[in-house]
Nanobody
Framework: QVQVVESGGGLVQAGGSLRLSCAASGRILSINLMGWYRQAPGKQRELVASIDRVGTTNYADSVKGRFTISRDNAKNTIYLQMNSLKPEDTAVYYC????????????WGQGTQVTVSS
């Protein structure tokens, strides 16, 4: 079994910052792609940022220059530093991990709420 746990969400004023963390644990040989997704009320879940095992990153256009994704392979953990937050960043943020054990499977965390007030 694999567990993916996010933390670090909360309420912040527009222009503020938050740092999210996501840790995977359990039956893991390695983790390939990891990413942050978000889902706002009434909207589809969308990719925010992703990072592979060697550190190659990808960002949604809406967060480029404001958000930074990073990774600690030894801890099976990724982070999302969110700066200059806007009300439209309000959503539940989910972590996804591509875990290799017997084959590769993708696991989701339970999500963490980020609310940006104007």
């Amino acid at each position: 079994q694999v567990q993916v746990v996010e933390s670090g969400g909360g309420l912040v004023q527009a222009g503020g910052s938050l740092r999210l963390s996501c840790a995977a644990s359990g039956r893991i040989l390695s983790i390939n792609l990891m990413g942050w997704y978000r889902q706002a009320p009434g909207k589809q879940r969308e990719l925010v940022a992703s990072i592979d095992r060697v550190g190659t990153t990808n960002y949604a256009d809406s967060v480029k220059g404001r958000f930074t994704i990073s990774r600690d392979n030894a801890k099976n953990t990724i982070y999302l530093q969110m700066n200059s937050l806007k009300p439209e960043d309000t959503a539940v943020y989910y972590c996804n991990a591509g875990v290799v054990w017997v084959g590769q499977h993708y696991y989701w965390g339970q999500g963490t709420q980020v609310t940006v007030s104007s």
